[in-house]
Each structure stands twice: as C-alpha cells, then as structure tokens.
C-alpha cells in the first residue's frame, strides 16, 4: 500500500540524505504507518542494500557512514513514536543493554532497546563500545534479571561469550540471564557460548526477554 514511500526511504539511506529521511520519516508518522513497519520495509532495505554493496567493495567507508547517520535521523523520528504506541504496563523486570567493546554499531541495539522498554521493561541502555566488566557491574548495580549485548562484527562477537562467563563468574544473588543478537549472531553461537536467549530482530527480542523471565 505505502510501496512508494517505503522505495522513497530506502533510497534516502541509500544517497545518505539526513533531511528526505527525516521528511519521509515524518510524512509516515502523519499517515498513520506502524513505526516499525516503516523502520523494516523502508529504511533498512537501503541500509541492508549499501552493507552489502560495502561488502562487494562496490560502496566504502563515506557511503556506510553516511548511510548510518541518515539512518540515525529516520530512527530518531520514529522512536518516540514507538514508545508513545507502547502502552504502560506492569514492569516486567530490568534490562541491561550494550553494544560490546570494539563495537560501535548502535542502530540495531537502541531499536532492541526502545522495543523492550515499550514492552514494559525497565532498560538501562548503555550505548556502543562498552567494557564487558562495566556491563556485568552495571548489571549488579541495578538488580538487573536480564543483560541483552549486541554485536555486529565477527571480530567482536567473541566478546558476548566474555559477558556470558563474567556473568558466570560475579556471584549474584538471582540469576541474571544473557541475550545476544546482531547481524552475525546466530542461534548455534548462542548455544556455543551458552547464552540464554537469542533473537535475530527487535519484534523477537521482546518474546524472548519474556519468556526468559518467566512473563
Ligand atoms: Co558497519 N559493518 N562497520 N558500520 N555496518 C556491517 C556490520 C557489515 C556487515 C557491512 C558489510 O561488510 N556488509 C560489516 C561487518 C562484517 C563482519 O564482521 N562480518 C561492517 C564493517 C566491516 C564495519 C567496519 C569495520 C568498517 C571499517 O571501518 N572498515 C566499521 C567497524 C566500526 C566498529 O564498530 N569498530 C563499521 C562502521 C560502520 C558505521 C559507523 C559506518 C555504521 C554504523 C552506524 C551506527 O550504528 N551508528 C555502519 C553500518 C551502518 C553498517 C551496516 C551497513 C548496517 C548496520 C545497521 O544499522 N543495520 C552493516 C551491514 C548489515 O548489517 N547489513 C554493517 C540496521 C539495524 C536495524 O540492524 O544492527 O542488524 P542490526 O540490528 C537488528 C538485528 O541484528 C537485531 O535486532 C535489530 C533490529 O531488528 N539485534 C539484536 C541487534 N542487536 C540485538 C541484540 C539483541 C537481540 C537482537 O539482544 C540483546
């Protein structure tokens, strides 16, 4: 239905145009569209489209910066948006959430974020390229039950398992489960690095985080 517009945001990522992404991000809020649906039909394709173009050495370094930024303006239009259509509800226990060290990737883990606190989780999001010892004190420090660590390269990814044996390693007074995800991350790595929970995208994240804490 909204095919035109959706080609429209795919195409502003692809030229890295900040302000068309900010006006179609707009234009889909005024029309009514699921946030998400606009963040996963429209905007994604072009960021999905110039990594791969990246990864054939047909598209450099310039094009997937920009690309990132135009993709940050979209999301940053769109996510108050998601959390106003997120209802209130009981909170369903406290999220620690991080890109790990190395990593700097943030746009995949702050949608995971705003989807779990729209869920009505607790999240404490902090951020990209954070030590795995921060991570696991943050953890301990707000009585978190879940930690959630994303990775987008697999040359950080090996960092998750740090996280899931920190964890293993701190005594903490309730178990705290580990939840991985991001572009490389798979259900097999999950279970090699014995992680509690994995999802591939935003929408899983919060059905795993669920019935990870028994919700
Ligand atoms: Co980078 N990058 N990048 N990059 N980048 C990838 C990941 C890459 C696959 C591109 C490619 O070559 N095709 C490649 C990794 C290759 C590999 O390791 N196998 C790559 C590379 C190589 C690099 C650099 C090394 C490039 C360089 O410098 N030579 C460099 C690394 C910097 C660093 O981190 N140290 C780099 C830098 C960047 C930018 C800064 C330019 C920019 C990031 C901007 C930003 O985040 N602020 C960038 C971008 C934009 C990408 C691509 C194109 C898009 C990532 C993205 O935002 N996707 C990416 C290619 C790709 O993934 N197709 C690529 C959209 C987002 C909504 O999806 O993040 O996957 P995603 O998140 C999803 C799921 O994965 C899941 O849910 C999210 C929503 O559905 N999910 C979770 C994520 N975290 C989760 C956590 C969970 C559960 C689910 O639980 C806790």
Same mark, same amino acid.
């Given at each position: 239905?909204?095919? &035109?517009?959706?080609?429209?945001?795919? $195409?502003?990522?692809?030229?890295?145009?900040?302000?068309?992404?900010?006006?179609?991000?707009?234009?889909?809020?005024?029309?009514?569209?699921?946030?998400?649906?606009?963040?996963? &039909?429209?905007?994604?394709?072009?960021?999905?489209?110039?990594?791969?173009?990246?990864?054939?050495?047909?598209?450099?370094?310039? +094009?997937? %910066?920009?690309?990132?930024?135009?993709?940050?303006?979209?999301?940053?239009?769109?996510?108050?948006?998601?959390? /106003?259509?997120?209802?209130?509800?009981? #909170?369903?226990?406290?999220? #620690?959430?991080?890109?790990?060290?190395?990593?700097?990737?943030?746009?995949?883990?702050?949608?995971?974020? =705003?989807?779990?606190?729209?869920?009505?989780?607790? @999240?404490?999001?902090?951020? @990209?390229? %954070?030590?795995?010892?921060? *991570?696991? $004190?943050?953890? /301990?420090? %707000?009585?978190?039950?879940?930690?959630?660590?994303?990775?987008?390269?697999?040359? =950080?990814?090996?960092? $998750? /398992?740090?996280? @899931?044996?920190?964890?293993?390693?701190?005594?903490?007074?309730?178990?705290?489960?580990?939840?991985?995800?991001?572009?490389?991350? =798979? /259900?097999?790595?999950?279970? +090699?690095?014995?992680?509690?929970?994995?999802?591939?995208?935003?929408?899983?994240? *919060?059905?795993?985080?669920?019935?990870?804490?028994?919700?």
């Amino acid at each position: 239905m909204h095919e &035109k517009l959706f080609k429209d945001m795919a $195409q502003s990522i692809i030229d890295g145009d900040n302000d068309v992404a900010e006006a179609l991000a707009s234009q889909s809020i005024e029309l009514g569209i699921d946030p998400l649906e606009a963040i996963n &039909k429209g905007f994604v394709v072009g960021v999905t489209h110039v990594g791969d173009e990246f990864s054939c050495g047909n598209a450099f370094l310039p +094009e997937l %910066v920009m690309a990132g930024e135009a993709m940050k303006v979209a999301i940053s239009i769109l996510e108050p948006e998601l959390t /106003r259509l997120g209802t209130k509800r009981e #909170v369903l226990g406290t999220v #620690v959430i991080a890109t790990v060290e190395g990593d700097i990737h943030d746009i995949g883990k702050t949608l995971v974020a =705003t989807m779990l606190a729209t869920a009505g989780f607790e @999240v404490h999001d902090m951020g @990209v390229d %954070v030590p795995i010892m921060d *991570i696991v $004190q943050k953890a /301990r420090d %707000v009585d978190a039950n879940l930690i959630g660590v994303s990775a987008l390269l697999t040359t =950080t990814m090996v960092k $998750q /398992r740090d996280v @899931v044996e920190a964890v293993a390693d701190m005594a903490f007074s309730e178990k705290v489960q580990v939840m991985v995800g991001g572009a490389p991350v =798979t /259900r097999a790595w999950m279970e +090699e690095i014995g992680a509690d929970g994995f999802s591939e995208d935003a929408i899983g994240a *919060i059905a795993v985080a669920k019935e990870l804490l028994g919700k």
